[in-house]
């Protein structure tokens, strides 16, 4: 699987939007971009993923570059519970297909 | 939303003996799932591929006699941890994945385990 790199924590004010950016520039044409996060001691929860196009659901938006080599995860509204560790991970569809964490980024969100 | 659980949330146990954590996907049915264990201020680390009705596939290093998965339903994967010691001691994290387009992988809420 190919690796990403991410910045290893940020910080953004509670209500402005957070913009999380990943670079994955091996990536492979049939690779997918997932996002997870983890808040402290639980499991990591699923955010979102893409291909190439760019992707919005109720928690998050992913923009992925033209020559898929970074993505952005975008929280419009950060809240206080977004403070997390956000993984950046490619991931091929298959049912065995494995999910690599590194080391993502921390994000804290302040009052 | 699919729905991943696990059981115990938390166990503690003296060195030596054994511990099992069960893994349930509440929601849907998982051909294949994997075992994860997080130290502490470490990302989550792959342990095992488990794959309903066959062995389980092994990470470099972990060894299998040590850890027995067992996928015998395709809600159900358990992990054993024969005569833990206090090194064992970690954060134990189980994923599903809900066949599909996809294959997505839903995390549960992991299992903490502490060897005396």
């Known amino acids: 699987d190919a690796k990403t790199t991410q910045p290893p924590s940020m910080d953004c004010a509670e209500g402005r939007a957070a913009n999380l950016p990943c670079n994955h520039s091996?990536?492979?044409?049939?690779?997918?971009v997932y996002w997870y996060r983890q808040i402290h001691s639980q499991g990591p929860q699923y955010i979102i993923h893409g291909l190439k196009n760019n992707e919005t659901n109720e928690m998050a938006s992913l923009i992925i570059t033209e020559d898929r080599k970074s993505s952005t995860l975008i929280l419009p509204h950060a809240t206080l519970r977004d403070t997390a560790v956000y993984y950046c991970i490619v991931r091929y569809s298959g049912a065995n297909s494995k999910l690599t964490f590194g080391k993502g980024i921390t994000l804290s969100v302040r009052p | 939303g699919a729905v991943v659980s696990q059981h115990p949330s938390w166990v503690i146990c003296k060195s030596g003996t054994s511990v099992k954590i069960e893994c349930r996907s509440l929601?849907?049915?998982?051909?294949?799932m994997f075992w994860y264990r997080q130290f502490p201020k470490q990302s989550l680390m792959l342990m095992a591929t488990?794959?309903?009705?066959?062995?389980?596939?092994?990470e470099q290093g972990v060894e299998k006699d040590k850890f027995l998965i067992n996928h015998a339903s395709l809600t159900l994967s358990t992990l054993t941890v024969t005569s833990a010691h206090p090194e064992d001691s970690s954060f134990y994290i189980c994923?599903?994945?809900?066949?599909?387009?996809?294959?997505?992988?839903?995390f549960g809420p992991g299992t903490r385990l502490t060897v005396l």
């Open positions: 994923s599903a994945v809900q066949a599909g387009v996809y294959n997505e992988q839903f």
């Open positions: 488990s794959n309903e009705g066959s062995k389980a596939t092994y």
């Open positions: 091996t990536i492979s044409g049939n690779e997918y």
């Open positions: 929601d849907f049915q998982a051909t294949t």
